[in-house]
């Protein structure tokens, strides 16, 4: 593990935080007394795979954020917020602590590496991603709309999608 | 239409949707095979060597007759035992299931969407209708996350917080009594049925007389409670408490010791500590496994650390494990209840923020600053500081988690709610993997999933 140059080993205290705000080697903040990893795309993958060795061996949430109407919300310094952001929650069942990750994701390149090889019940997750958002996942075994119907049109988490009266979509509906 | 077009197999595209759906095996690569039994974790090493020196671009390479042996059949959506409107996907060959894919979003909503446009006051109408089995759960989560990002979650009344025990406790109860009557319904036990609504509808009535509603109460907010407990709900809670003990020994009595009973749980659906790590299952399915996981104990939140009660694990990880633990968590949250009536303090059943907590309903009739107030934070709700939490609780199902990130408004910027059905249904495939179609049904009610939580 070449990102191993800062202590990681131990669950980070206050203090411990304020000197070295690197784990893995990306930024670290806090939100709310909870710890954030600011991993770029491609530390992602090898951030969580350490992070499991380390004892967070389960995913617990996957989640997607569209930030287009408040782009310039506070991360960690050295990362530029982008549009997209994947948000990944991680539990240490036997240390009984938490960790989540924020990866920025542009948009002109919604692309992020799956987890599935890492963690396979985020197959679902991102799979919900996907769907609700439009944001791809490489490698993933099976990425296809899991909410929405397969011929659905746009994702509709997404912030520029609009609520409101939209016609049926359904096969064969009358519209 | 050609006869090397893929859409004139038969009874692939009658029910098409497209690529949701469970492809047959001359269609899968075995790359893509590998990849999928390979999340199974559960490889016969006869398998996994056919699959290792197969060329992973040839399509169909496993047995290129096999289509002609097993069948792709749909359980669902429509099924009174797919609870609500789950659609399974089987490979079927024989009676032995070879493959399972769950396909769900029957019952999307867009409840994470609405979410978006509801104040923090009006959340709670919102999320209390995704897990509609045990809506004080899903309540108590988005207050809580609503709560930690306002920076109040040390400032809630004693009394609010036990309150909130008691209501998340009698939820757990009557959420596993519900289970207790679909899994005996689905197992052919028909009469558990009617005994397992019945004494659900106890402590609905119980909470019927506390929030007025039976389900979707909306009574825990952001601050504490929508109101405080009416008179003479001790002795509601002690009636039930009376009640339900020899309810539970005429269950024991009706199934847990019947060898028909045990015949159909046991070893069905196995599910080990490693794959239900893996993919991520919370709730009585982690448990059933021998895994010691609850967040009641391993995050305390509320008061859970002062009153005592046993997490039961199961060591097997079958169907009947899960079914045992339920009902011993039924139990277990007596427990907890008898010791919640011993110390509710008494006091303040919300927080006196004026930002976010409405005027008494008294004062609204004589000050007009009470009835402005009281109308702005209706209309307007309260602003939020900028930033995200997840916060997780235990509920019936597992760990169900609220993912809020607020950009200074009064509503989210983006909710979402950790669902534990639509994790745990994940297990699905797994626990079906190599058995019999007559044991689906019983899988997937010991899954206990709920759809409107499941879909969202």
Not at chain 1, 137 to 160: C, N, V
Not at chain 2, 269 to 290: D, K
């Amino acid at each position: 593990m070449g990102e191993h140059e800062t202590p990681a080993d131990e669950p980070p205290t206050d203090e411990a935080r304020a000197e070295a705000p690197v784990q893995h080697g990306c930024p670290v903040t806090d939100s709310r007394g909870q710890t954030v990893l600011h991993p770029t795309r491609e530390q992602y993958v090898d951030v969580v795979k350490a992070l499991a060795d380390e004892g967070y061996g389960m995913c617990v949430d996957l989640v997607g954020v569209d930030y287009l109407l408040h782009p310039n919300r506070p991360v960690a310094d050295g990362v530029t917020p982008e549009r997209f952001e994947v948000v990944v929650n991680l539990l240490d069942i036997y240390n009984r602590r938490r960790i989540r990750l924020r990866v920025q994701v542009p948009e002109h390149d919604a692309v992020l590496p799956t987890l599935f090889d890492v963690h396979p019940g985020t197959e679902a997750m991102e799979r919900e991603v996907f769907d609700m958002f439009g944001l791809s996942f490489d490698a993933h075994p099976d990425l296809t709309r899991i909410l929405m119907p397969e011929d659905w049109d746009g994702h509709p988490l997404r912030k520029d999608y609009e609520v409101g009266a939209i016609p049926v979509q359904f096969k064969g509906a009358p519209s | 239409m050609t006869v090397s077009d893929p859409l004139v197999r038969p009874g692939y595209v009658a029910t098409g949707e497209g690529g949701q759906e469970m492809r047959p095996r001359s269609e899968v690569t075995s790359a893509e095979l590998l990849r999928e039994v390979g999340a199974v974790l559960r490889l016969s090493e006869a398998d996994a060597a056919a699959l290792a020196d197969s060329d992973p671009d040839v399509v169909g390479e496993i047995d290129p007759d096999l289509d002609d042996q097993t069948m792709i059949i749909n359980m669902g959506p429509q099924h009174p035992s797919t609870h609500g409107v789950l659609r399974l996907m089987l490979e079927l060959q024989g009676e032995t299931v070879l493959r399972c894919k769950p396909i769900i979003g029957y019952l999307h909503t867009g409840m994470e969407k609405t979410g978006e446009t509801l104040t923090y006051m009006q959340g709670g109408t919102n999320v209390t209708r995704m897990d509609y089995a045990s809506p004080l759960n899903n309540e108590l989560v988005f207050s809580m996350a609503t709560e930690k990002l306002l920076g109040i979650d040390g400032d809630i009344p004693e009394r609010a917080q036990w309150m909130r025990m008691l209501l998340s406790e009698m939820n757990r109860m009557s959420s596993h009594l519900l289970f207790m009557a679909t899994n005996g319904m689905d197992l052919g036990a028909v009469s558990m049925m009617i005994y397992g609504w019945r004494e659900r509808e106890e402590v609905l009535r119980f909470f019927q007389k506390v929030t007025g509603l039976r389900m979707n109460h909306n009574f825990v907010r952001p601050g504490g409670l929508a109101a405080d407990l009416p008179p003479g709900w001790r002795d509601d809670v002690l009636r039930i408490l009376e009640m339900l003990p020899p309810r539970l020994e005429e269950y024991d009595t009706l199934m847990t010791g019947q060898p028909i009973w045990r015949e159909r749980l046991q070893g069905v659906g196995v599910i080990t500590p490693a794959e239900a790590l893996a993919l991520g299952a919370t709730g009585p399915i982690l448990r059933s496994t021998g895994v010691e996981w609850d967040l009641r104990r391993g995050e305390p939140y509320l008061h859970y650390e002062d009153v005592e009660f046993d997490i039961v694990v199961g060591s097997y990880g079958d169907a009947f494990d899960r079914y045992a633990i339920r009902l011993a968590e039924i139990r277990e949250s007596m427990r907890i209840v008898h010791q919640i009536l011993d110390k509710m303090p008494s006091g303040d059943y919300r927080i006196q923020d004026k930002k976010i907590t409405p005027p008494p309903r008294a004062r609204i009739d004589e000050s007009m600053e009470a009835l402005i107030h009281h109308f702005k934070i209706f209309t307007e709700g309260f602003k939020v500081p900028e930033g995200e939490v997840y916060v997780a609780i235990e509920s019936p199902r597992g760990e169900i988690g609220c993912y809020l990130a607020s950009d200074g408004s009064a509503v989210p910027y983006r909710m979402h709610i950790r669902a534990p059905s639509f994790v745990n249904v994940q297990c699905l495939p797994h626990m079906m993997r190599g058995g019999l179609v007559a044991d689906a049904v019983a899988v997937i009610s010991s899954i206990d999933p709920v759809l409107g939580e499941v879909d969202r």
